[in-house]
């Protein structure tokens, strides 16, 4: 049976290759400098299921950004010129892909101590990316049936003001950072992002996404996880 998510760590930050009957779906970009990663974990996963109807990056139909920051679009410009896909962000966080830089206002630590950590130089990751013009910005949610595959694109702001998620009728929810999964076992189970535009937007966006019942959470970092009483909020 072909794997319908295939989970790609560049390190930190979790990437999704989503494969569909009529194409393939990129679910994030990962840092600045990832492209040759991404593209090499493609391949090889191309390489290992030609008999289950493998993906090559040509087959790429559509990069979709879940969220403003730079690590989940940070190497968006580059695979594009490389694929030949579309890259699509929430209209309220493109102008963070526009400009290379992360969403502003949407770094609040949501604990004190995240905050004191951030204070500590090179903590953080990189701070700006290469621009990249998206060639869709929505506003609305979206099915992705045009794109190859089964499921649809939900708003879940809070993480940042355009924070999307992604659910697939097959019942696997991608979210982004609306969650964080278990990371390197610093976190015993699923808990809110450490920083946040807004903390109870990103509850309410968890508690919708919790009412539609999906059977495994993909997150971009850590994870994934199935237990639905894990999910704060």
Known sequence: MTKTVIQINTGAVNVFLIRGDGGAILVDAGNPGQADHILAQLAEHTSTSLSAGGVA???LRLILITHGHVDHFGSAAELRER????????????DAVRQGIHQPDSLNPT?????????????????????????????????????????????TPGHTPGSVSVLLDSGEALVGDLVMGRLMGLLPKPGPPIVAWDLERNRESVRRLAALAPRIIYVGHGGPFENLSDLPG
């Open 83 to 94: 694929t030949g896909a579309p890259v699509a962000i929430h209209a309220l966080d493109a």
């Open 57 to 59: 990056p040509h087959d």
């Open 111 to 155: 604990h004190w101590l995240v905050g004191v950590v951030m204070r500590i130089p090179g903590v953080g990751g990189p701070t700006r990316a290469p621009a990249c013009e998206p060639d869709i910005a929505f506003e609305n949610e979206f099915r992705l049936d045009d794109y190859g595959v089964a499921g649809r694109v939900l708003l």
